[in-house]
C-alpha cells in the first residue's frame, strides 16, 4: 500500500468500451488476390459439396438420425470416431507447423471468419460504397437514401448467411430433401432451428462481429503465440529502411483498426492486406517494395537475405511439429485404408453359465452383433475355434444388407471330456464369402460347467 | 408432492438462488465503472489505480462492451428459465415440465412413428405374421430385447426359464395362448407337497415313479410303493401325468424338466413347491408388439411356411 495521498481530482471511467466501426479500404495485390482464391476454393467446396451425388445417395451426410456418416464411399459409424478425433489432431498439428513457419496463415486466409468477413465487406463496398464513402455514410443522418443502402446491404447479407445457414444443414440432412421443404417453408423444427442459427451466426459474426470474434472469442489466436519464435514469418514494418511516407494506407486497408508500424500486435491476423497497401505506394514513389513484409525477427534485426531465412526453416521446432504431423497423417491414412467394413461383438449369455443338451455336448449361447459397414450386402460365414471339437450349432451363414447390423444367437458346442471344467478362451470369426479379406475375430469364453 | 420433507428447504433454496443470481447483477453493475485520478494532463490516468508490489500497476484495458451485454443476457436467460422450468426450490414452472414427462414424449412420439407397422401386422393372423420376414427380424429384436435376459439368446431357457424352441408348451401352444402368455403374464404355482405325501421315504418313492414315467432310471420297489401315492399330484398333473395346461402343470412324461430331472431336484420340486413368474408384458409392449413376439416365438417351434400352418 501507499501511503495516505491526498485525492486531487477523479473521474469516473468506463470498464466496458463500446466497439468502434472499422471501415477497412479494399486492398489489391498478390495477398489479397491469395486470399480470395481462399474464399473462392473454400465456399465452392463449402456450397457445393452437399449437391454432390454418388452412387445414387448424397455423396458427403452426416445422418445424425441413423449414426451414419457418409463420405462418398466411405461410411462411417459412431465406432469409428476414433477417425474424427485423428482429424481433429492431424488439424491441430498442421495449423502449429504452418504457424510455428509463417504465423497466423490461417487466420489471414483461411479461417472462415476471414473468408465471411471478406464475402461481406465485398458486399458492403457495392453497396455502400468505398472506405470514404462508408465513413460519411455513418455520419449522415437517416435519410431515406441511407436507409435504401442500408437496408440493401442487411438484405444481401441475410440472403448469404441463410444460402450459408442452409447448406450446412444440408450436409446432415438430405439437401435436396431440404431445399423442397424450405422452398414449401414446411422444414421440421430442428432443421429450420439449425438453419436460422447458423445464418444468424454468420450475419453476426460477418457482419457485425469481424475483428472483435479474432480479438475476443476465439482461442487459437490467444495461444499461437506459444508457437511464435524469432524465426517465425510476420507481417513486419522494416523500420530501420527509413522510407515511410506516412500515407497511413497501411492503417486503413487493416481489417483489424491496428498500425502495423508499431510492430506485431495481438490484434494481427496476419493478412498481409498492409503488405499490398504498402507495395502499391512504393511502386508509385519508385522505391523497393517490401517496407512492410513477411519477415522474421532475427531477419529483420539481422539484414537477413531470404536464403538465410530459408535456412532457419529447419529448426528442432519445426521439425517436432513436422515429424509428429506427417506421423499421424501417415497414420491416421493407413488406419483409414486398412479399415475393415465389418464390425463384430460377442455377448455371451449370462444367464446360464454352460449347458448339458440331449446327446451330453456341451452348450453356452452368444449373441454375436455383426455390423456391416460395407455399402453392399455380404454373405457371411460365421466360425469358432480355441478350444477343440468347439462348433457352431446353428445355421453359420448370415446374410447383412449394407449398411446394417444384426444380433445373430449363436450356439457353440464342444465335445464332454475334451476341456476341463472352466472357463476356456475361444475366438469368433466372421468372414465374407464373397470377400476374403473382410473377415474380424472377436475374443469370447466358453464354460464347461465343474 | 413437494420434493422436501420440511417446507424451510424450499425457501432455503429460492433464497440462494435468488440471492446468487441478484448478486451477479450487482456484481456486473458495481465492476462495470470505476474512479480514477485525473492525471496531470488532465485526463483520466490509464490505470485503474491498483498498484502492487511498489510498482506494478493494472491497466484500464476496457473489454468489449457487447460482453458485458453477453453477461446481462446469461442473467436474463437464468430468470427466464426459472420462470418456465423447475428450479426455484419446488415452483414447477410455467411450461410443467417433467422429466417424466419428457421420456413419455418420446414413447408417444416413438408409437406415432412405429405404430402403423405394428398396426398393420395386427390385423394378420399371427400365423400369417410369422411368414413376414420383416416380422421376424423385428421378433428376433423384441425377443432379444426383452426375453433373453430369461429364455436366453437362443431361446432354448434356463433352469425355471422355459425353453421356447421344443414342443413343450405349459399353458399351450397355439399362437393365440402364446400372445397371450406375452400380454397377461403367467404364475406358475406348485405347492410345496411334502406333508401331503407323508414321509420323506413317501416323497423319494414319488420321485422315482416321476422319474418312471419318463423312462428314466429309477427303482423299481420305490416306483411301486411311489405310484398310488400319486394320486395327491393327480389333481393338477392328471391321473396319466400329462399336465393341465389350463393350469400350468408341466406333462411329467416327456422328458422336458423346467427344474431338473435329477431325483434330488424332483425331490426338493415336491418338499419345497415351485413358484414361477413371468411378467405380464402387455402394458409395456402394447398389443402390436406382443403380436409379433408371439408370431416368433411361435416359429421357433413351428415352420410357418409349411402347409400345415398357411391355412
Redesign the interface.
Known sequence: M?GPEP?????????????EEIHPREVKGRYAASRWACVWLTQVLFYGLPWVRWNGRQAVLFDLGARKFHLFGLVLWPQDFIYLAGLLIICAYGLFLVTTVAGRMWCGYACPQTVYTEIFLWIERRIEGNRSARIRLDRQPWTAQKLGKRGAKHLAWGAVALWTGFSFVGYFTPVRQLGHEALGFSLGPWEAFWVLFYAFATYGNAGW?RE?VC??MCPYARFQSAMFDRDTLIVSYDAARGDCIDCSMCVQVCPTGIDIRRGLQYECIGCAACIDACDSVMDKVNKPRGLIRYATENALSGGWSAAQVRRRLLRPRVIGYGLVFFAIAAAFSGALALRTPLKLDVIR?R??MGREVDDGMIEN???LQIMNTAEREHLYRLHVDGIATASIA?EDLVELAGAST??V???VRVQPGRAAGGSHPIRFTVSALDDPSLRVSEKAVFIIPK | MSDFTSGFWNWYIVLITVLGIAGCAILLWSQSKHKVRIGEDGQPEKTTGHVWDEDLTELNTPMPRWWMGLFYLTIVFAVVYLVLYPGLGSYAGKLGWKSGGAYQLEVRQANADYGPLFDKYLKQDIKMVARDPQAHAIGERLFLNYCAQCHGSDARGNKGYPNLTDKDWLYGGEPSVIKETIMKGRNGQMPPMGAALGSDRDVENVAHYVRSLSGLTADPVKVAFGKPKFGACAACHGLEAHGNPALGAPNLTDKVWLYGGSAETIMETIRKGRNNTMPAWGEFLGEGKAHVLAAYVWSLSNDPNAPEAAK
Open positions: 501507499n485525492v486531487l481530482k477523479e473521474a469516473v471511467i468506463r470498464m466496458y468500451a463500446a466497439r462481429m472483435q480479438k475476443y449369455d444367464g446360464a449361447v452368444y449373441r446353428d444384426r444380433a444367437p449363436v450356439r
